[in-house]
């Protein structure tokens, strides 16, 4: 087995209650940031990409992490964005063809640390129980109180902005500029394979920084509007939520996922909240109240909007509803041309019973242009 004398390690949490493991690879090292968990049994590359986990620990709980390697076109942005993985058996080989590298020289060039050969159904059982919480993976077994001196620091997840952290700086372009239709895409943490579900369906997408007003995105007279998913609390992002209240005003199409959810629910007055432990996973069942169809979907989020207010107000139809505990899945204004989803509909590497709703975005553009 490779790396035979592969380090201690241990996961402190914020409660003071310690989990044990080993380093991968033989290095030492640390990383702090919120604990939470994925269910999925595929996927682990796009799950360390997704800019909506930034600043956050990741439980992987799927016995065998790295088995397929990784390969550059999987990515759903620049670089690895969590702070962290937490694995149990850690596959430093990996058997697909196609595949361009190992998942150990990924993290690597991300200087991500990572440790395995942890309880992780112990590890989530207690998340679930407990709740996510901020918590330090490390090497330095034998300095407990240091580190939590250093967890100590660590800012908590609610109220905590982090759109700015992984947001683009300048504005870019994505897809065939000779495209029939043209959306102004809003940055607070957007995935790759949201603008390739953009482009697929004839469209051009601009991309605008987090903090972007209403002068900057309408100026490119795009057709349509959306709002990105991404990390942190969604109610620090006053920018966010200002462009949003005149987009509705002035009745553009909207369409907003994850994170962009919550702003839309914000901008109409209806409150977010931080959940216990979140739905992080490919397997969460949705109940689309439209149609009456489940859907089975791919969902990473620890904030949701609060279902009573959102069912007193007039001008909100609930759409979706997540079947494991009730909570919002999606929203659609009944006097505006602006809906929105709380769970992914580009699904990658899956499933895609919500890819529909990319085309209604599409319809909801031609409609009105």
Not at 122 to 138: C, F, H, P
Not at 171 to 198: Q, V, W
Request: proline share 4%; hydrophobic share 35%; glycine share 8%.
């Amino acid at each position: 087995m490779k790396y035979q004398s592969r380090k201690k390690a241990i996961i402190l949490l914020a409660d003071g209650t310690i989990f044990h493991g080993k380093s991968v690879g033989d290095k030492d090292g640390s990383a702090v940031g919120e604990v939470c968990f994925n269910t999925g049994m595929t996927g682990y590359q796009e799950i360390f990409t997704d800019p909506s986990y930034f600043g956050q620990l990741m439980v992987t709980t799927n016995a065998h992490i790295g088995n397929y390697g990784t390969i550059g076109e999987e990515n759903e942005s620049d670089k690895a964005k969590i702070s962290g993985l937490i694995c149990k058996n850690f596959s430093y080989n990996y058997s697909r063809p196609r595949a361009e590298a190992s998942l150990e020289s990924f993290l690597n060039d991300s200087n991500l640390f990572a440790i395995s050969d942890v309880d992780t159904r112990a590890l989530v059982t207690y998340i679930r129980e407990n709740g996510a919480m901020n918590a330090i993976i490390s090497t330095d077994v034998d300095n407990i109180e240091g580190l939590k001196a250093q967890l100590e620091k660590v800012p908590d997840m609610n109220g905590l902005e982090l759109a700015s952290k992984v947001s683009t700086k300048e504005p870019y372009y994505f897809g065939n500029e000779n495209a029939t239709y043209k959306i102004a895409a809003l940055d607070i943490g957007i995935k790759k394979n949201i603008l390739r579900n953009l482009a697929d369906r004839d469209a051009y997408i601009k991309v605008f920084p987090y903090n972007a007003t209403y002068e900057d995105l309408s100026k490119w007279k795009p057709d349509g509007y959306f709002l990105s998913n991404g990390p942190g609390d969604p109610k620090p992002l006053s920018d966010a939520i200002a462009l949003t209240k005149t987009i509705i005003e002035n009745n553009h199409p909207l369409f907003g996922i994850c994170l962009g959810h919550q702003i839309i629910a914000i901008a109409n007055g209806i409150s977010t909240y931080k959940m216990h432990h979140g739905h992080r996973g490919i397997n969460h069942p949705v109940k689309n109240l439209k149609t009456g169809k489940g859907e089975i979907t791919s969902q990473n989020h620890g904030f949701a909007v609060d279902r009573k207010e959102a069912e007193a107000n007039p001008d909100i139809s609930i759409t979706h509803i997540c079947l494991n505990d009730d909570t919002i899945g999606g929203l659609e204004m009944t006097n505006k041309n602006c809906f929105s989803v709380q769970y992914h509909p580009e699904a990658s590497p899956g499933p895609h019973d919500a890819s529909y709703l990319f085309d209604e975005f599409i319809d909801r553009i031609k409609a009105t242009k």
